[in-house]
């Protein structure tokens, strides 16, 4: 419970927010001097060159978005009219749009407590329930790698293509290889948020030259090789921009600088917050993540009531306790940055029809209302892990640019809410 008061941080401490270098404006000048002013140039082509040097694949397509490159990914997994996918369930709505926009119908595996990710067991319950599914998107969240070997021989073993979802975990590793490498198609974003950004753009990546191609003439709107404008193929306008290009260009030397500071800021928080009844946000111990976003979980004992509904929050302040609600209009008040935990999808109005799988089965009752949070799994666990993540989780300020004072000041805040 707050009682403290402090002064209002002066210039806003920022989520996550570009961090330029000047290179960019180098090589996006380069771009108008040069009149590339287009779809097609050098900064498109080294980037894409980088990309995937650095992550170890063959081909890196450059897109408009990860979006985009998402959208492309479920064309190449072959999603038709109908088809049920698996999707990662707590994660930003872009991992499972893309799905719907070919006519697939979402349906979500429940996440566990170790990293966050897909739980390898909901999914293995989820091909017991839905056996003739054939595709899986997985994403990596807030940098820390999921279990992949566990899932991916899960999906072996039933024949079904991965789509990696690496947005938001760019530079990561699992076993020493990057995130990114793992799906059949794999993407990452530069939204503007992200580790690296070109203030938007994405990328997928491919070991197959022909599936390359491929996603370069969808993403130019499909044109024959013909004297005119020639399509046999629905095409789409995704090609990234040379002008974004030269951003990303700029940055792709820096992602390991930002990783370094992404994870002093994780570790800084965890020494700040060791004597609080909060977590970090996991690390996976097979892999390396790239801090992405540092967030913090209550433990259940130092939970204020808290109520969500659709779009509001109301929460009754208690001594030594706190919540997410709590912690984060606090920091709004003295002009820090938090966020929620990704609502998860089977939460989401949009989605509240589709099916929901966690570990110990069918999510959904028979007339689909929720097993609530409060639902406890034969092993004392909540049965719904996401919606447990969401309610007690929340994502802390974790800019580049935060000084440690600033960092400081933020734990600070933390832990007078507890007080
Ligand atoms: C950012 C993000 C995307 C989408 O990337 P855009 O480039 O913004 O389209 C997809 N999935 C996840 C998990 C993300 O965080």
Not at 22 to 37: I, P, S, V
Not at 58 to 84: C, E, F, N, P, R
Not at 295 to 303: F, H, K, S
């Amino acid at each position: 419970m707050i009682t403290k008061e402090f002064t209002a941080f002066q210039n806003k401490v920022w989520l996550s927010s570009p961090t330029m270098h000047g290179d960019e404006l180098k090589y996006m000048t380069e771009a108008f001097e040069t009149n590339w002013m287009s779809t097609v140039g050098k900064n498109i082509n080294e980037v894409e060159q980088m990309a995937a040097e650095k992550i170890g694949r063959k081909y890196a397509v450059a897109l408009s978005s990860g979006t985009a490159a998402l959208h492309l990914a479920m064309k190449l997994a072959g999603i038709k009219q109908g088809d049920k996918v698996f999707c990662s369930d707590m994660t930003f709505d872009a991992t499972v749009n893309p799905v719907v926009y070919e006519g697939g119908v979402p349906v979500f595996v429940d996440t566990e407590y170790d990293t966050w990710n897909m739980d390898p067991v909901a999914l293995e319950k989820a091909f017991e329930i839905y056996p003739d599914v054939k595709v899986v998107i997985v994403a990596h969240l807030y940098g820390t790698p999921g279990k992949i070997d566990e899932i991916k021989a899960i999906c072996d073993k039933h024949s079904a293509v991965i789509v990696e979802d690496a947005a938001e975990s760019f530079g990561a590793t699992y076993k020493g290889k990057q995130t990114g490498t793992f799906g059949n198609f794999s993407i990452i974003s530069y939204n503007g948020n992200k580790v690296v950004t070109g203030s938007s753009g994405g990328m997928l990546l491919t070991d197959d030259l022909e599936v390359a191609n491929k996603v370069r003439k969808w993403s130019t709107q499909s044109r024959e090789n013909a004297p005119w404008y020639q399509h046999e193929e629905i095409g789409y306008n995704y090609r990234m921009s040379n002008v974004i290009a030269g951003v990303v260009r700029g940055q792709l030397p820096y992602l390991e600088e930002h990783i370094a500071q992404k994870k002093a800021i994780y570790e800084r928080y965890r020494e700040g917050f060791k004597d609080l009844p909060v977590k970090m946000n996991p690390l996976n111990t097979e892999g390396v993540a790239n801090y992405w976003l540092s967030c913090l979980i209550i433990d259940e004992d130092a939970m204020c009531k808290q109520v969500r509904s659709e779009n509001e929050a109301l929460y009754i302040a208690e001594h030594g306790k706190s919540c997410s609600t709590e912690i984060l209009e606090t920091l709004a008040k003295y002009n820090a940055e938090g966020r929620p935990i990704w609502k998860p999808m089977h939460m989401q109005p949009i989605y509240r029809m589709n099916g929901f799988v966690t570990r110990e089965g069918n999510g959904r009752c028979k007339n689909n209302a929720y097993i609530s949070g409060g639902t406890v799994g034969v092993d004392g666990l909540p049965l719904d892990v996401g919606m447990d993540i969401f309610e007690r989780g929340l994502c802390l300020p974790s800019d580049n640019k935060m000084t440690a004072n600033e960092q400081d000041k933020v734990i600070e805040i933390i832990w007078a809410c507890f007080e």
